[in-house]
T-cell receptor
Framework: DQQVKQNSPSLSVQEGRISILNCDYT??????FLWYKKYPAEGPTFLIS?????DKNEDGRFTVFLNKSAKHLSLHIVPSQPGDSAVYFC?????????????FGPGTSLSVIP | DGGITQSPKYLFRKEGQNVTLSCEQN?????MYWYRQDPGQGLRLIYY???????QKGDIAEGYSVSREKKESFPLTVTSAQKNPTAFYLC??????????????FGPGTRLLVL
């Protein structure tokens, strides 16, 4: 059964420091992962993705690392800013197409303290 | 201004009542989706549609129905058969091509509450 786990429901970080959000997966059908950011009462917005041909993808302050052997990925935000406070969802696409079986983790709530 | 709109923002349902949540997109996307979010859980797929007049059940389709008569619109009906409808409902769309870089774009959500 394909699963995406985010074992930390919440995380607090001081402004300017690094935030590290972790995600583990099992039985991935396709090694393509996405991170979404969600503010309260809003829809998630796409943040960054990574595929199995890479072990790192960087976009500004956001970097995602993929460790295929450990079935683990992490999102690094540096430096963290108060506006980064949101819930972050890790997701695994189950196939090459975007429909069918995008599995979302339960989310990690990040609080960046000014 | 392209995007996905969902209405209403809040919706109240009485016992035994069917309610319909609206989702409209002007992104010219072929694929559309409905998800449900419950506290402490990830998004769970209810239904998805790859093209007009076609849709498929997701993981938790029981108690829900959809239609896709127009490319821009994918309404979700929460029927009286859905025993635990209180949740945050999210609609999403994607271009629908087979590119691996494709991502889903989400609407702002509708919160459904049972009276």
């Amino acid at each position: 059964d394909q699963q995406v786990k985010q074992n930390s429901p919440s995380l607090s970080v001081q402004e300017g420091r690094i935030s590290i959000l972790n995600c583990d997966y099992t039985n991935s059908m396709f090694d393509y992962f996405l991170w979404y950011k969600k503010y309260p009462a809003e829809g998630p917005t796409f943040l960054i993705s990574i595929s199995s041909i890479k072990d790192k993808n960087e976009d500004g302050r956001f970097t995602v690392f993929l460790n295929k052997s450990a079935k683990h990925l992490s999102l690094h935000i540096v430096p963290s800013q108060p506006g980064d406070s949101a819930v972050y969802f890790c997701a695994n696409r189950g196939s090459k197409t975007s429909y069918d079986k995008v599995i979302f983790g339960p989310g990690t709530s990040l609080s960046v303290i000014p | 201004d392209g995007g996905i709109t969902q209405s209403p923002k809040y919706l109240f349902r009485k016992e035994g009542q069917n309610v319909t949540l609206s989702c409209e997109q002007n992104l010219n996307h072929d694929a559309m989706y409905w998800y449900r979010q419950d506290p402490g859980q990830g998004l769970r797929l209810i239904y998805y549609s790859q093209i007009v007049n076609d849709f498929q059940k997701g993981d938790i389709a029981e108690g829900y129905s959809v239609s896709r008569e127009k490319k821009e619109s994918f309404p979700l009906t929460v029927t009286s058969a859905q025993k635990n409808p209180t949740a945050f409902y999210l609609c999403a769309s994607s271009p629908g091509t087979s590119g691996t870089q494709e991502t889903q774009y989400f609407g702002p959500g509708t919160r459904l509450l049972v009276l």
